[in-house]
């Protein structure tokens, strides 16, 4: 298999979101949508939206677009593509990671980044630093092992349709585990609330 190594920064745009809080006290605001934090056990849902009374001058960059990798910097950190939620602000819970679709799957490279592996590098890196969280810095000194574009997509689509079976079956296991406690309730009753 052919692949190449980058340092993200050479294959994607890499900014920290909107500090929200800034933009909320100022004169002509208005309410826009925001992306919600979101936590890893949610990371094939999509993205929460909320609203939020914010100035209307933020710069386009901090908008999400279609296929924008959101990296999140709090708790345990994941990334995640954008696919539906577009024109919403990005706050600075997350990392904005911008690739040119036509060069490099965004797809694959949110899943890339999820790797146990890649994610071991970062940690790696997080303790090198003061701060102790994921910042931009690490993030775009970060090496990319790429393959070719082509192979970028099959792989992008078996994940995305593995990533769907490990859904259906987690739904699965969430109504036998309801079954289960049917099967108490019925069982037991009301013996317990004396």
């Known amino acids: 298999m052919l692949t190449r190594e980058y340092k993200l920064k050479d294959i994607a745009k890499i900014i920290t979101g909107l500090p929200i809080l800034r933009y909320t006290e100022k004169e002509n605001i208005t309410k826009q949508k925001v992306i919600g934090n ?7 849902q999509e ?22 990798i959101l990296y999140k910097v709090q708790q345990r950190s994941f990334a995640k593509e954008i696919t539906t939620e577009i024109g ?21 490279l949110a899943n890339y980044l999820n790797n146990p592996k890649v994610d071991y ?21 970060l090496t990319i092992i790429l393959p070719e574009k082509n192979l970028q997509d099959n792989s ?33 009753g009301d013996e317990y609330e004396r």
Do not use: C, G, W
């Not at 303790?127 to 775009?140: E, F, P």
């Not at 995305?160 to 069982?187: A, C, F, G, V, W």
């Open 38 to 44: 979101k936590s890893i056990d949610d990371i094939n």
């Open 47 to 68: 993205f929460i939206m909320e609203e939020e009374k914010v100035t209307d001058d933020i710069k386009k960059h901090f908008y999400s677009q279609k296929h924008d």
């Open 88 to 108: 919403a602000i990005i706050p600075n819970t997350y990392i904005i990671i911008r690739v040119d679709p036509d060069k490099t799957n965004p797809t694959f």
């Open 121 to 141: 590098e970062i940690t790696r890196q997080i303790d090198s630093t003061k701060i102790m969280k994921v910042n931009t810095s690490i993030l775009k000194e």
């Open 156 to 188: 992008a689509q078996l994940i995305t349709k593995i990533n769907q079976r490990i859904d259906l079956k987690k739904k699965s296991i969430e109504s036998d585990e309801q079954l289960i406690n049917s099967l108490y309730d019925e069982i037991i």
